[in-house]
């Protein structure tokens, strides 16, 4: 049911005066002081002050500018970013799947390929998604050479898209991070991108393993500390991806059947700075919330094998539930720093309100509308019952999701890159502006959430990125699923 106009209008003018509140007594008092003072006291005040003076407190104010500006941090900013965009023989529709499972019953049973067809039509995935070439094969090639195969054809294939698109050359480059989960051979994959492109011999490299899908805006938390303390005009590049190849689960455990189901091969690759020069948006928060102390939360994503020996990620059935939480703790740290002093205050007097009704009456506590702090939401696309949780627990409309619904469709669960293949859908459609403020969500293993905020500086000049051949299309009808996937 729509608001009524009058009560749209009311919460309009709240916001106004709340977030404005300081302005407005502001002007106020200067108001009330000109009305005050005659024009003939203000002049002969002005006229007793000396010249000298006047200087000295020009200088003063001067410095201090200067002061405040050296102490505080950095600012960082996102000069360019870069998908990989799958070629169409990658594709993996679900008759193909259907098809390579039925022609391999050595390795799952006939049960096990019902349960995961069903899962996948009602997963919220497309026919449009992609798997590495290891996966094509039956029985799939999960040989160490097929691993580095998909590697170098995903994050070279982003790489180069960054560079192509900024004027950033390799050699400008002084700190890489790359970050992949699972597959982590000798040499990393940052020894990989330093011999491709032919990186400085000083420039400072990290491999981040093992964090799962949230590992991309852990990286830009990580980055972000380094620029801050950095020399100005210092680069950052960053790499964000999952490799398949090695991983595809032969088992029968539905738990460990999921992300067979759900992942699909992708990478992006971020170029960031500390310098204003070239960038297309700045970072303003950054915050991490790590949920490993409860034995619930460590285990909800978890490598191990099965009781007949094959290696798998289990999945847990609560992992939707289990990312809500970690948002709401994510939340309670991230919210104060981003959200207006109007939805700040009706937050404390909910609380207010619940302690000193404790015991008489149940209060529910406000939820803050973080539509008033952010145009765009992009949220980890790890599965169609992570984002209706995140949604339901933001109070987000279907449009505010739909960028990573839609990328879930076209592209699937790309681990820590999605992220950006959402901002690329964002900017596809011609919705991002000058000034608007991005919030990314990410869920990964351990388990964490992390929350990253940026601000547009300079939308891009084109839609040519990974929805370039099929931004036409979208955004797309999705079928109704059933309320729990987990039932079947």
């Not at 992006?268 to 034995?295: C, G, K, Q, W």
């Not at 699923?481 to 079947?488: G, L, P, V, W």
């Amino acid at each position: 049911m729509s608001t009524p106009l009058h009560v749209k209008l009311l919460k309009t003018v709240y916001r106004v005066v709340v977030d404005n509140l300081f302005a407005i007594l502001a002007v106020g008092a200067a108001a009330a002081v000109v009305q005050r003072a005659s024009p003939a006291t203000a002049l002969a005040l002005a006229r007793a002050i000396r010249p000298v003076h006047w200087l000295l407190a020009l200088l003063g104010a001067a410095a201090g500018a200067k002061l405040w500006r050296m102490g505080r941090p950095k600012d960082v900013y996102l000069v360019e970013y870069g998908c990989f965009r799958p070629k169409p023989w990658y594709r993996a529709p679900f008759a193909t799947c259907l098809e390579h499972a039925h022609l391999m019953p050595y390795l799952v049973d006939e049960e096990s390929v019902s349960f995961a067809i069903r899962l996948l039509a009602r997963s919220g995935l497309g026919e449009e998604t992609c798997v590495p070439d290891a996966y094509h094969y039956m029985p799939p090639d999960r040989s160490l050479k097929a691993s580095r195969d998909e590697t170098e054809l995903v994050i070279f294939s982003a790489v180069d898209e960054v560079f192509a698109r900024s004027t950033v050359r390799p050699e400008e480059i002084d700190v890489l991070i790359v970050n992949c989960s699972i597959f982590t051979p000798t040499p990393v994959f940052a020894d990989m991108v330093v011999n491709r492109y032919k990186l400085r011999a000083d420039v400072r490299n990290v491999n981040l393993s093992g964090m799962g899908c949230s590992a991309g805006l852990v990286s830009v938390g990580l980055a972000k500390n380094l620029l801050q303390v950095a020399p100005p005009g210092t680069h950052v590049l960053i790499v964000s991806t999952e490799i398949l190849s090695s991983q595809y689960y032969v088992g029968t455990e539905r738990a460990m059947l999921l992300p067979n189901c759900l992942f699909r091969m992708g990478a992006a690759a971020m170029i960031l700075s500390n310098s204003p020069e070239r960038a297309r948006f700045r970072l303003t928060r950054a915050v991490r919330t790590v949920t490993a102390a409860r034995d619930a939360d460590y285990r909800c994503v978890f490598q191990e094998e099965d009781d007949k020996g094959n290696t798998g990620i289990r999945l847990s059935k609560d992992l939707a539930t289990t990312a809500g939480h970690a948002l709401k703790s994510n939340i309670a740290a991230f919210g104060p720093l981003v959200l207006p002093a109007s939805e700040q205050l009706l937050v404390a007097l909910s609380f207010l309100k619940r302690k000193l009704l404790r015991g008489r009456a149940k209060v529910r506590l406000y939820r803050p509308d973080f539509r008033t702090a952010f145009e765009h939401i992009c949220i980890h696309a790890g599965g169609r019952g992570v984002i209706d949780e995140v949604q339901r627990g933001l109070g987000l409309s279907d449009e505010d999701v739909e960028a990573s619904r839609m990328t879930l469709h076209r592209f699937g669960n790309t681990s820590s890159s999605s992220v950006l293949y959402e901002l690329a859908y964002l900017e596809a459609k011609g919705t991002m502006k000058k000034g608007d403020r991005v919030w990314m969500i990410s869920f990964g293993a351990g388990f964490d959430c992390n929350s990253v905020a940026w601000e547009c500086v300079k939308p891009a000049a084109d839609a040519d990125g990974p929805w370039a051949d099929c931004i036409h299309r979208y955004p797309v009808q999705l079928p109704e699923t059933a309320k729990d996937m987990s039932d079947s």
